[in-house]
């Protein structure tokens, strides 16, 4: 038996595959997000993480940042130099027309770029046809489930105004892993497509009969296959998390609860979408 629990950003899908267990990847535009702002000096650019992800991987971390920055002095306004001050009497510009409501896939085109774009931040589109299916609409709506909007299964202007202004994952990993034990794991990959199929290739070639399942990461975040093998049953459980102790953690923890034998249970592989897990 085999279980595999694939989450999107971090933060994101989930799919059950035969038999129990469970592995949830972290949603990259959680993990983009958060790279973004954790330097940042100003209170309301971490508010503005909590507010999106008020639980998510981050929001202990991000919680003690703002409580710093608000014990800051505040440092005196800047006025912006000359060239960038509005005329004494300038008309206020007119507000340009609402796009929320605005019906925006409509064209198939428009439909691909969506599930390009929702792909390329982990989440499962199913195939990229251009067409409306409903594998596209359950990614849609755990997008909006993660960005705190209604989860449609569609999308209006001003949300594909958004998806288009998220920072795509540069750095993909991949773990791929199917019956008896065969897996494989890749790492600083420059897409997605590619760090699924460098994993999925592996795998098949250490066991030419094995349908590989196959979980990615982006950025920092890493990955665990818990594993376990006793009186003839078995059993993978995949896990992605911000970091390789969570993941590794997490997977011992779900193959312990799910296995026959939980003595039996053990780390098969490990590693990070960076490379990080070989420092």
Known sequence: MIAIRIGGLCLGLALLVAGAGGARAQDPTEVAFWSMVKESKRAADIKAYLEAYPRGAYAEVARQRLSELERMPAPPPRPPPPSQRPPERASPSPPSPSSVGVPALTDASVIREVQERLYNLNYDVGTINGRLTEETRSAIRQWQNNMQRPQKGDMDLEELTVLRNIRLPATWGAIAFGD??????????????????????DCRGRNKNVDCKVLSAAETACGALGFYMAGGSWGAYAIVRPTLGQATAVALD???????????????????ADGSHQQ
């Open 254 to 272: 779900q193959c312990r609860e799910q296995a026959r034998r939980p003595d039996a249970c053990g780390v098969r592989i490990t590693f990070c």
């Open 180 to 201: 008896r034990g065969a897996s494989a794991v890749v790492w600083n990959r420059g897409s997605r497509q590619d760090a699924v199929a460098a994993a999925r290739s």
